[in-house]
């Protein structure tokens, strides 16, 4: 937690939340995972302190292979050295590979069946937002899944402190996911009990 706040102090853009996600919303982020056939690729992007990557690494099965990309070195460190041995089995650390990148930058093989992403939309420029979302559909498998969340009426909350091109800029975002929910099925689900409330988003091509 310590780590989380301190680091939403010193990289306020890149952290993007003061507080890191609830478990009900990590929960219900990986339930793709709970129904998929394996062996499976999966990919968390901006994991933080690891509030997902603990929930995944309980659902990893020995077939699976797990990448994770983060680009601030002090979380990477957090998941690699906190996280990942608390939360996996010690012969099956090979299956995770942890790369300390920006995921404009990094280098990786398609055909993710689940995609988890944990990037704070809200404080980039729509153009890297939808940089960002193809990105990640192209490293999708084609029957893939494509997690991420958004803060519940966090738009609106900011909107009298914005300005105007910040208004302008946040119904850029609302309105590329509203385009990618209509493209990719996209489902919500929304999780209250989380601070702030939040909706869970599930795409996938082939519904
Ligand atoms: C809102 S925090 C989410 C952390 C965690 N998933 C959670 O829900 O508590 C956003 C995370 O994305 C990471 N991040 C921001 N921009 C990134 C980028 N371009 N590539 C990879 N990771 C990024 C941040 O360092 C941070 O760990």
Same mark, same amino acid.
């Given at each position: 937690?310590?780590?989380?706040?301190?680091?939403?102090? &010193?990289?306020?853009?890149? $952290?993007?939340?003061?507080?890191?996600?609830?478990? !009900?919303?990590? !929960?219900?982020?990986?339930?793709? &995972?709970?129904?998929?056939?394996?062996?499976? #690729?999966? /990919?968390?992007?901006?994991?933080? $302190?690891?509030?997902? $990557?603990?929930?995944?690494?309980?659902? &990893?099965?020995?077939?699976?292979?797990?990448?994770?990309?983060?680009?601030?070195?002090?979380?990477?460190?957090?998941?690699?050295?906190?996280?990942? @041995?608390?939360?996996?089995?010690?012969?099956? /650390?090979?299956?995770? #590979?942890?790369?300390?990148?920006? /995921?404009?930058?990094?280098? /990786?093989?398609?055909?993710?069946?689940?995609v988890f992403c944990g990037l704070p939309f809200n404080n980039f420029e729509p153009w890297l937002?939808?940089?960002?979302?193809?990105?990640?559909?192209?490293?999708?498998?084609?029957?893939? $899944?494509?997690?991420?969340? +958004?803060?519940?009426?966090?738009?609106?909350? #900011?909107?009298?402190?914005?300005? !105007?091109?910040?208004?302008? #800029?946040?119904?850029?975002? +609302?309105?590329i996911n509203k385009s990618l929910r209509r493209r990719f099925h996209g489902r919500r689900e929304?999780? &209250?009990?989380?601070?702030?409330?939040?909706?869970?988003?599930?795409?996938? @091509?082939?519904?």
């Amino acid at each position: 937690m310590f780590t989380f706040v301190k680091q939403s102090i &010193l990289q306020t853009k890149q $952290t993007g939340a003061v507080w890191p996600s609830g478990r !009900r919303l990590a !929960r219900t982020m990986t339930s793709p &995972l709970l129904d998929s056939k394996g062996p499976r #690729r999966i /990919l968390e992007v901006g994991p933080g $302190t690891g509030v997902f $990557t603990r929930e995944i690494c309980k659902q &990893l099965r020995p077939d699976d292979t797990y990448d994770i990309v983060e680009i601030n070195p002090t979380f990477c460190r957090h998941v690699e050295q906190k996280v990942l @041995p608390r939360h996996i089995d010690p012969k099956n /650390l090979h299956q995770v #590979r942890i790369h300390c990148d920006s /995921l404009e930058n990094v280098v /990786l093989e398609p055909g993710y069946d689940h995609v988890f992403c944990g990037l704070p939309f809200n404080n980039f420029e729509p153009w890297l937002v939808r940089s960002l979302f193809r990105k990640m559909i192209s490293l999708m498998a084609e029957e893939g $899944t494509l997690s991420f969340f +958004e803060y519940i009426g966090v738009r609106m909350m #900011r909107a009298p402190l914005v300005g !105007r091109s910040g208004r302008k #800029r946040s119904t850029d975002i +609302e309105r590329i996911n509203k385009s990618l929910r209509r493209r990719f099925h996209g489902r919500r689900e929304a999780v &209250l009990c989380n601070i702030p409330p939040a909706y869970a988003v599930h795409l996938q @091509p082939v519904a």
